[in-house]
């Protein structure tokens, strides 16, 4: 029973962190199945987003430190946005007024909220890193990760080397977290794989919800190939390892 209950405290902890995913995904639904007036839904969804953003900040569920670093994902998201809809990789289909080369801007935010989840998860279970790989080993990797995204429709996919790259740079590694006063810790490693997972879960609530298009989803909806997996994985651990990185410079800055 001691272990139900931890374990229903740490699926109430994770729940109460993705309350900004939460918000975008019923905002997708709502106005899917009750569309909205006066402006096409694309921009009643950025709308919905700063809205959101805002409240959290001003009603101190995320600090200031905390939405410069969600505005630091908006901005990554958006420019892989705009690159992937100019490939073809996915599409915006429908209209709206805040769209920036097919992009809407609400787009930014479906990154946002996932460097959201990482700092409210942070900060309720108390985590903290174990073995963390030096700054000059974690930037480097991170940056190669994040270009692999544009690079390899003109170069070879690296994905897996980088993919085995981060299991040798992060075999050491731990994140220990805290549940009602008791210290767990788990391998860096799994983490990525567990929150790589559920993001291809919400990817695939998502585009059922019409959030964006890909192309094999143009008549009817079908299920996100199963592959898409490792692109959210390293997308996680480009977000994770900024997240930390921030984190712990700021940790050891003087007060």
Not at 41 to 70: N, P
Not at 157 to 183: A, P
Request: hydrophobic content about 55%.
């Amino acid at each position: 029973m001691r272990a139900l209950k931890q374990l229903v405290q740490f699926g109430v902890e994770q729940a109460q962190s993705c309350l900004f995913p939460v918000v975008i995904f019923a905002s997708l639904a709502l106005t899917q199945i009750f569309p909205l007036p006066f402006l096409p839904r694309y921009d009643w969804l950025l709308i919905i987003c700063l809205l959101m953003q805002w409240w959290m900040v001003r009603s101190g569920l995320e600090t200031r430190d905390e939405l410069k670093v969600i505005t630091l994902f908006h901005l990554i998201g958006l420019a892989l946005e705009l690159f992937k809809v100019h490939m073809g990789s996915w599409s915006y289909p429908e209209e709206g007024y805040t769209k920036i080369f097919g992009v809407p801007l609400y787009s930014g935010f479906m990154y946002a909220s996932v460097a959201s989840y990482l700092c409210q998860a942070w900060r309720r279970l108390n985590v903290e890193l174990e073995s963390w790989p030096p700054f000059l080993v974690v930037v480097p990797l991170a940056a190669a990760i994040y270009l692999n995204f544009f690079t390899h429709h003109y170069w070879i996919d690296v994905r897996w080397w980088l993919s085995g790259l981060v299991v040798i740079v992060f075999w050491r590694s731990w994140v220990r977290y805290e549940v009602n006063g008791i210290s767990y810790r788990m391998p860096i490693a799994l983490s990525f794989v567990l929150i790589g997972f559920f993001i291809w879960i919400a990817e695939n609530i998502a585009t059922f919800f019409g959030a964006w298009q890909y192309p094999n989803q143009a008549d009817t909806w079908s299920l996100v190939h199963l592959g898409k997996v490792s692109s959210w994985l390293l997308l996680v651990i480009v977000s994770f390892l900024i997240v930390a990185t921030l984190k712990l410079a700021k940790k050891r800055m003087p007060n």
